[in-house]
Nanobody, 123 residues
Framework: QVQLVESGGGLVQAGGSLRLSCAASGRTFSRDVMGWFRQAPGKDREFVAAISWSGGSTFYADSVKGRFTISRDNAKNTVYLQMNSLKPEDTAVYYC????????????????WGQGTQVTVSS
């Protein structure tokens, strides 16, 4: 089975930056589109960003476009999310997963999740 381990979260002030990592293990890293998702307290889990297997195509939720950058290193079975100009609205637990298209956006592909990593942005 695949294990997904997110890391890099923390507490930052508005305008600050964080770099999240997602390490996959347990089987060969596939050529799936990989994505980041987040869930704030009392809200549904939502799409944040996705990246093709080659890294040549990226996709972002409107709320983070221009501030976040997704990347991947297939040799390390790792996906990253560089988060700049953070806002309090970005506060959530961030998860990674393979991603699939869902209308004009994206949703998760696999039923399993890592533990997530908490991102808290203070005012």
């Amino acid at each position: 089975q695949v294990q997904l381990v997110e890391s890099g979260g923390g507490l930052v002030q508005a305008g600050g930056s964080l770099r999240l990592s997602c390490a996959a293990s347990g089987r060969t890293f596939s050529r799936d589109v990989m994505g980041w998702f987040r869930q704030a307290p009392g809200k549904d889990r939502e799409f944040v960003a996705a990246i093709s297997w080659s890294g040549g195509s990226t996709f972002y939720a409107d709320s983070v476009k221009g501030r976040f950058t997704i990347s991947r290193d297939n040799a390390k079975n790792t996906v990253y999310l560089q988060m700049n100009s953070l806002k309090p609205e970005d506060t959530a637990v961030y998860y990674c997963n393979a991603a699939r298209r869902d209308g004009s956006s994206w949703t998760y592909l696999y039923d399993y999740w890592g533990q997530g990593t908490q991102v808290t942005v203070s005012s």
